[in-house]
């Protein structure tokens, strides 16, 4: 009876300490954008690449929206501690109401909204 329970808190502890040792490491931090800059290097890293001419910034850094000079329109989408980079197509929907820009993929999984203030409107399809 006692082992047991001795290995059960030694279970719990050795989790409780993987657990702070993951967020010390930043596991657990969500991700932020610096600046325009920032989500530029981003875009361009993206597959096949992506040189944005205009961008957006969500006023927390959440996410941004990006138009290249072939007019393709893409978005950066918080993925954990990390951004993903999606071109949007047809089949999503992008509309703008009060300052935000709700987008909507074909892709049920991913759905974003940003906070980019009065140019919202601009970018809504």
């Known amino acids: 009876m006692i082992g047991a329970a ?9 989790i409780l300490a993987l657990i702070y040792f993951a967020h010390r490491l930043g596991f657990s931090r969500n991700a932020q954008l610096e600046d325009e800059d920032d989500a530029r290097e981003r875009f361009r890293l993206a597959a096949g690449g992506f040189e944005p001419i205009a961008i ?3 006023t927390d850094g959440a996410g941004a929206i ?5 007019g393709r329109t893409a978005v950066l989408v918080p993925h954990g501690a ?15 109401a009060d300052g935000r820009l ?12 940003l906070a980019i203030g009065k140019d919202a409107e ?3 399809t």
């Open 6 to 14: 001795l290995q059960f808190a030694g279970s719990l502890l050795a």
């Open 56 to 58: 957006a910034l969500d």
């Open 66 to 70: 990006a138009r290249d000079a072939s």
């Open 82 to 96: 990390q951004f993903v980079a999606r071109t949007l197509t047809a089949e999503d929907r992008v509309t703008a």
């Open 102 to 113: 709700d987008i909507r993929f074909a892709d049920p999984t991913f759905e974003l909204s």
């Open 122 to 124: 601009c970018w809504a």
